[in-house]
């Protein structure tokens, strides 16, 4: 899971964040058993105008450089890191390896599953994960 990468204002556009990127990306695929970086993203859809910008610029960005929506999980959600609830994201899947190319099933579950235990300190049986698990797709 990429939770997040910034780039100051004044060094935006200038390939930067994509070269940070393949860095990561190359530095992954010399790790056989990582097939994918999982990222997550907020909706473009909501927010201020600015924050919808933002957000759609920043989900063109990761599409730009090879990621896509992850469709099986339309409601995907994390646990809201600054109170009580949950927050509504998006998730997206940038593929190391062609075999790769999709993230969905169990593998999208297993992912899903160690985001929330090693991202977000929760059990198996926390009920907002047992919520996105039987809201997955596929």
């Avoid at 994509?18 to 999982?38: F, N, P, Q, V, Y």
């Avoid at 990621?67 to 927050?87: F, I, K, S």
Wanted: charged share 30%; with cysteine; glycine share 8%.
């Amino acid at each position: 899971l990429l939770e997040y990468m910034a780039i100051a204002a004044g060094f935006r556009g200038r390939g930067i964040g994509s070269a940070l990127l393949r860095h990561i990306l190359d530095t992954l695929r010399l790790t056989e058993h990582i097939s994918g970086l999982i990222l997550e993203v907020e909706p473009k859809e909501q927010g201020t105008q600015e924050e919808k910008a933002l957000r759609k610029r920043r989900i063109q960005f990761y599409r730009k450089n090879g990621a896509h929506l992850v469709e099986c999980a339309p409601r995907y959600r994390m646990p809201n890191l600054a109170g009580y609830g949950d927050v509504e994201m998006r998730l997206m899947w940038l593929p190391l390896r062609e075999k790769d190319i999709t993230l969905s099933g169990r593998k999208l579950r297993d992912c899903i599953i160690k985001i929330y235990r090693y991202c977000y300190s929760r059990s198996s049986d926390d009920p907002l994960l047992q919520t996105v698990l039987k809201d997955l797709a596929c």
